[in-house]
């Protein structure tokens, strides 16, 4: 069975300019999460999309945004892009994204703002 | 990828030895906790959960152990192994806040030859 996949692996965007992550679940997973991973913040939860609806969301600004598909896939976009935002962003996925489910990472994107 | 914060804790034994990897965590209401690997590159990779109804779940050469009353939480790695060099997570899980997990700064595992 396929993990989570992650596109693209790395980006490289300059201020101002918007980005669009991408992310496929694992085969049978509805729920899907974003988290933020820097080295002074460490991982922090963005959002998380079930049924092509958010469900939950983090204490990040309205620059970050997602949406879901109805094969589960979700994408992540941030828009005025700042340098601060520069991160590793993660996708994870759980079968129904209830309280108290195994959740599983993908690789990641790396995203850098110069 | 890996979280270090301005320091991050680390811990130095040698192959064969048990590592044994705290974690504090922050919300006497978590009710499920995972602990994840996270080598250079990669994302995390689940090692072993266990729930707040229980004290101690054992894995393939891990166990975890949840001490509620102090909020602690540790794993064992037995035989470490270089392969075990990484950072690790724990992450905790409150009902009702579905996939909202609140990870702990990390601890990096060195294992020496």
């Known amino acids: 069975k396929a993990g989570v996949t992650q596109t693209p692996r790395y980006l490289i965007k300059t201020r101002g300019q918007q980005v669009t992550l991408s992310c496929s679940p694992i085969?049978?997973?509805?729920?899907v999460s974003w988290y933020q991973q820097t080295p002074g913040q460490g991982l922090q939860f963005l959002f998380e999309?079930?049924?092509?609806?958010?469900?939950n969301k983090g204490n990040f600004p309205g620059r970050f945004s997602g949406r879901q598909f109805s094969n589960s896939r979700s994408e992540m976009n941030v828009s005025t892009l700042e340098l601060g935002d520069s991160a590793l962003y993660l996708c994870?996925?759980?079968?129904?994204?209830?309280?108290?489910?195994?959740?599983?990472f993908g690789s990641g994107t790396q995203l850098s703002v110069l | 990828g890996e979280s270090v914060g301005l320091h991050l804790p680390t811990l130095s034994v040698q192959e064969g030895d048990n590592s044994i990897i705290n974690c504090a965590y922050s919300?006497?209401?978590?009710?499920?906790f995972i602990w994840y690997k996270q080598e250079s590159g990669k994302g995390p990779q689940f090692i072993i959960d266990?729930?707040?109804?229980?004290d101690k779940r054992q894995g393939q050469r891990v166990t975890v152990l949840l001490n509620k009353t102090v909020k602690h939480l540790s794993l064992q790695i037995a035989a470490t192994q270089p392969g075990d060099s990484a950072v690790y997570f724990c992450?905790?899980?409150?009902?009702?806040?579905?996939?909202?997990?609140?990870f702990g700064p990390g601890t990096r595992l060195s294992v020496l030859p």
């Open positions: 919300n006497s209401a978590s009710d499920y």
């Open positions: 994870a996925s759980s079968l129904t994204g209830a309280a108290g489910e195994k959740l599983f």
């Open positions: 266990i729930r707040s109804n229980m």
């Open positions: 085969s049978g997973h509805r729920s």
């Open positions: 992450a905790e899980n409150i009902r009702g806040y579905g996939q909202n997990f609140v």
């Open positions: 999309y079930f049924s092509e609806t958010q469900r």
